[in-house]
T-cell receptor
Framework: GEDVEQSLFLSVREGDSSVINCTYT??????LYWYKQEPGAGLQLLTY?????DMKQDQRLTVLLNKKDKHLSLRIADTQTGDSAIYFC???????????FGTGTRLLVSP | DGGITQSPKYLFRKEGQNVTLSCEQN?????MYWYRQDPGQGLRLIYY???????QKGDIAEGYSVSREKKESFPLTVTSAQKNPTAFYLC??????????????FGPGTRLTVL
């Protein structure tokens, strides 16, 4: 079955880089996603990566995918206080548009 | 503006009462989903619907029911059989078909508290 794991908490200083990690188990996943959730709100898609890619960069965001180790990471450069939120990785389960979400990593950015 | 609306934002109910959470989308999406979020547990799928008049159980469907009579609406009923209903409920939708990149768009959520 599918399972997605993340560490629960990350604290960084403003201006530093943040790296949020995720491991997944379904080797047949086609797309992997990073979502952001601000307090009391729904989730917002930040970026995604197709499983045949190793890296994707989008402005301050860099996604790295190690398919052999089933490891996904999200790097946020020049982290700002507005980046404080919960970040979820998710994989698309084989066969359908069902997403399996990780537990979420709470990022706290201090000034 | 296209998007997903959920109402109400906060909902309080007494134990033993059924309650229905609303979810409406005007994105013309075929697929809709209901998730439950508890602290430290991420999102768990309750029910999903790929098309009107059809829906499937997710991972934690017990104690919940849904209907999909209209494309734009996917209400969730939390019944008295749900043992621990207090949670944050999120509705989402996505386009379906040949597009493999299926971004799910989320509503703002409803926080249900059972007293």
């Amino acid at each position: 079955g599918e399972d997605v794991e993340q560490s629960l908490f990350l604290s960084v200083r403003e201006g530093d880089s943040s790296v949020i990690n995720c491991t997944y188990t379904d080797s047949s996943s086609t797309y992997l996603y990073w979502y952001k959730q601000e307090p009391g709100a729904g989730l917002q898609l930040l970026t995604y990566i197709f499983s045949n890619m190793d890296m994707k960069q989008d402005q301050r965001l860099t996604v790295l995918l190690n398919k052999k180790d089933k490891h996904l990471s999200l790097r946020i450069a020049d982290t700002q206080t507005g980046d404080s939120a919960i970040y979820f990785c998710a994989e698309m389960a084989a066969g359908f548009q069902k997403l399996v979400f990780g537990t979420g990593t709470r990022l706290l950015v201090s000034p | 503006d296209g998007g997903i609306t959920q109402s109400p934002k906060y909902l309080f109910r007494k134990e033993g009462q059924n309650v229905t959470l609303s979810c409406e989308q005007n994105l013309n999406h075929d697929a809709m989903y209901w998730y439950r979020q508890d602290p430290g547990q991420g999102l768990r799928l309750i029910y999903y619907s790929q098309i009107v008049n059809d829906f499937q159980k997710g991972d934690i469907a017990e104690g919940y029911s849904v209907s999909r009579e209209k494309k734009e609406s996917f209400p969730l009923t939390v019944t008295s059989a749900q043992k621990n209903p207090t949670a944050f409920y999120l509705c989402a939708s996505s386009a379906s078909g040949l597009n493999l990149y299926n971004e799910q768009f989320f509503g703002p959520g409803t926080r249900l508290t059972v007293l």
